[in-house]
């Protein structure tokens, strides 16, 4: 940004010397989620479990167990699952400053007019499973499940409304926070199961995570200090990309299942994940804007304002534990009923409510250890100076990346709880279900961020299986209803930034001096679900 600094006063041009460009990331990262009831995803994948409202922990009854709960395979016959949600999400955000104003992006420019929404294309997200009984007592189970999110997210870097210069392209809003984020999970599971007695069983089971990550945002070259707020400055800015792959991410699931007699079971599961954690390309681009705030196209394709360096520093993110206790009522039907031959042959061990049972009900209570994540931790290798930059330069400034690029989050523990059960309208052949769900906010308001939107959850399902013969044909529909968090302009999440103070010339920990999260956010979830298990 050397065309900004003979124009700027001596102490903003130090401070831009100092970072020149601002340097990399801050403010919010998407990554490849783990959990199946924590803040990162909502709430479960599987067609059966998303018509009941997620309430499927004591029925758990396709080889999809193998994950959400293992100490269930022993007591299905052996069987095969393809799964698909195609996931439909909003995500609004409306940028507000601490006095409950729209905020400029800088240079006189207007302030966006209302709230900026992301691109979100609908997001297929697969399942598939397989579960197989060696003994009457033991059962192996292998599942592959994805965190049930979306993966790719697209933010404007401009957005076009009318000011005193006309209907021109102007910065975005949250471009501080995302512009764009794409990751990808995958969570192979091999389970086994162990039948102590026909009414109890327990399960375990390794998850080896596989998680793909790249985000993109905006940061500061220099904040103007000495004030008690500043407003934005858009012609200092520059885009910074991180991308990388955790290719073994380990956990565990362990699991206990208990019918104390006919009609009821009762369900405890597990789980624990290791951080995720991976070195990070980086990629920037500086002098991203031009003075009217429209692109620079020209100037960001020059390459000497691109940095591009491999393996230049480390990401790591805690993944929530989480603990489910579920129990279900099952009613059964009048007289004898005759089960499918594939029940049947396994002497009974196995269990089919299609076949047996009336309608039955089920509550899952949840909770999981959001806690756990306080910060999304970013660093690069740091100079010898003390809190200083990293060793690393942004080509087209004069700067360094920051060593500490640290993104709070702040959040608490959650609790939830799931309601939810079929209706087998028509012996071995037709179950209608509906379920909803409810789980508690994680995040602070003036903590908000777009990577996950933790405010509180309510669903709402739906759901139906037809039996062709071995097979089992799902098909479900669930809306997500978020929470909108807001902290009225009263945000506390800061960009990355060159600053300094103007009287003792000391780093301010490269942040800049205003919030750049300041608003309220707003999101909401509509997904279908198609299914099919064969039984044998």
């Known amino acids: ?38 803040a990162l995803d909502s709430p479960d994948v599987g067609v059966v ?50 006095g409950g104003q729209p905020v400029s992006p800088g240079r006189g420019l207007a302030a966006a007019p209302g709230e900026v929404c992301a691109d979100i294309p609908p997001f297929p997200n697969p399942q598939l499973g397989a579960s197989l009984r060696l003994h009457r007592r033991f059962a192996l189970g292998l599942a592959a499940v994805a965190p049930h999110s979306v993966g790719s997210i697209s933010w404007p870097a401009t957005l076009r409304y009318a000011d005193k210069f006309g209907e021109t392209e102007h910065p975005a809003p949250q471009r501080y926070l995302v512009l764009e984020s794409d990751a990808l999970a995958l969570f192979p599971t091999l389970s086994g199961s162990f039948a102590a007695t026909r009414q109890l069983s327990f399960g375990a089971g390794f998850v080896w995570g596989v998680l793909s990550l790249e985000y ?24 910074s990309v991180i991308s990388g792959t955790d290719g073994f991410v380990p956990g565990f699931v362990v699991s206990a299942l208990w019918s104390p007699g006919r009609r009821f079971d009762l369900s405890g599961w597990f789980r624990w994940s290791d951080a995720l954690r991976t070195n990070i390309d980086l990629r920037t681009e500086a002098n991203y804007y031009k003075e009217g ?50 029940v049947a042959k396994h002497g009974g061990w196995a269990k089919d409510s299609m076949s047996t049972d009336l309608f039955d009900l089920e509550l899952d209570l949840t909770w999981a250890h959001n806690s756990a994540l306080d910060a999304v931790e970013i660093r690069f290798p740091a100079s010898r100076a003390a809190n200083g930059p990293s060793t690393i330069r942004v080509n087209g400034t004069p700067g360094f990346i920051p060593a500490n690029c640290d993104v709070p989050h702040h959040w608490r523990d959650a609790l939830g709880a799931r309601l939810g059960g079929d209706f087998y309208a028509i012996p071995d052949l037709l179950s209608v279900r509906a379920g909803g769900f409810f789980e508690s906010k994680s995040a602070d308001d003036e903590y908000l961020t777009l990577d996950f939107h933790a405010a509180e959850r309510i669903g709402v399902a739906a759901g139906a299986t037809l039996r062709l013969g071995a097979f089992d044909v799902s098909l479900a529909y669930q809306h997500t209803f978020f929470g909108v968090l807001d902290n009225g302009g ?12 103007v009287q003792t010339g000391a780093v301010e920990d490269y942040r800049s001096v205003q919030a750049v999260n300041g608003g309220s956010s707003s999101s909401s979830l509509d997904e279908v679900a198609l299914g099919g298990s064969y039984h044998f």
């Open 1 to 38: 940004m050397a065309r900004l600094h003979s124009s700027l006063p001596p102490s903003i041009a130090r401070a831009a010397r100092v970072l020149g460009g601002g340097a990399a990331l801050c403010a919010g990262l998407w990554a490849g989620q783990a959990a199946a009831t924590s």
């Open 49 to 98: 479990q998303l018509g009941r409202g997620g309430a499927w922990l004591a029925r758990a009854d396709d080889p999809l167990a193998a994950y959400f709960n293992p100490a269930a395979l022993v007591t299905q016959p052996s069987g095969v699952h393809l799964g698909a949600h195609l996931l439909v999400r909003s995500h609004c955000f409306e940028r507000l400053d601490g």
């Open 216 to 239: 993109a945002n905006m940061n500061e070259a220099q904040s103007l200090v000495g004030r008690a707020s500043q407003p934005d400055d858009f012609v200092t800015d520059l885009r």
């Open 293 to 342: 705030g429209a692109v620079d196209e020209k100037a960001i394709g020059d390459p000497a304002n691109i940095t591009d360096e491999k393996d230049a520093g480390t990401f790591e993110m805690p993944i929530p534990m989480e603990a489910r206790l579920g129990l279900r009522y099952r009613h059964p039907r009048r007289g004898q009923q005759r089960s499918q031959s594939f």
């Open 490 to 501: 009263r945000g506390k999440v800061l960009a990355i930034s060159g600053g300094r103070d």
